[in-house]
């Protein structure tokens, strides 16, 4: 257990880190970094490879309750027992902007653009909008919220103590529709896409984890794909995907050569045969002037034509000669 080092500006520190409270909230971003809150008021960003304490924040004066991260990376928000949202940025590790709420909220979640993000107090859930950083309209649940998930921009799946799951339009403030999704609370819950569905995981109190495919219209009930009894009485959820088969998460594939065809390389052969015979047809430059390599031991045209005049010279000097002995 390492020591907290001294606070910097914000409540901001550096190195490692041990809480002196209970753990109440951890969020992932990607696959590099984990964000943890705690009883203590720290929320700590964690280098998930070396699991080395990056940067602490002395968040909230009282219990961290909950907190999400903006799909950039770059904000995060809480929520704590002092009856405040905060929002922090992450890059400098400091605080960005905070908000008397005057209540103790116990969750709060940005959607998947991160144009917006709710904050749940009891059954109440208000929408707020990033730009104006203020409510834009306020959704009432029926029991007290237990979980939230965004379906889409706009579209938010409610769980509450109770048995049922209710999906709501963020911009109308208005409920599209609702089913049974269990036979007790529904404690959590979880949505992804593959190429295939659309599909939200639902945890109960009655120890059943199901997975519900979801049609593109949100006012039609889904339909169940599976469901596993764990015989256990299940508080919370967490969902592991396979980022190789998900191609909407997965990230880009380097870039490759497109694959040629017949056409085209043929095209290509032809146009090659018409870039050499145009060398071709352009005069050939002096050898000693093309010579980079200083090699003179092998024979050119024009060595070859100045050792054959020397032999005519050298042929008919000695006949002259001849004569004249003669």
Known sequence: MCAPEEEGEDGAQDGRISYSGTITCLKFHGNKHLISGAEDGLICVWDAKRWEC???IRAHK???TFLSIHPSGKLALSVGTDKTLRTWNLVEGRSAFIKNIKQNAHI???SPKGEKY???ILNRIDVYQLDTA???GTITNERRVSSVTFLSESVLAVAGDEE????FDCDSLTCLSEFK???NRVKDMFSFETPEHHVLVTASSDGFIKMWKLEQDKTVSPSLLCEVNTNARLTCLGVWLDRGTDTKESPPAAAE???ISKKQSRSNKEESGHAIQEEERQPKPDAEKCSLTGDSNKPTKGNSLVSAKKRKTVEMSEKKRKKKKI
Do not use: N, Q, T, Y
């Open 54 to 56: 990056l940067k602490s």
């Open 62 to 64: 009282g219990h961290v």
């Open 108 to 110: 709060v979640e940005w």
């Open 118 to 120: 709710i904050v749940v």
């Open 134 to 136: 203020s409510v834009s």
């Open 164 to 167: 049922v799951v209710r999906f």
């Open 181 to 183: 999704a269990h036979e």
């Open 257 to 259: 050569p497109a694959p």
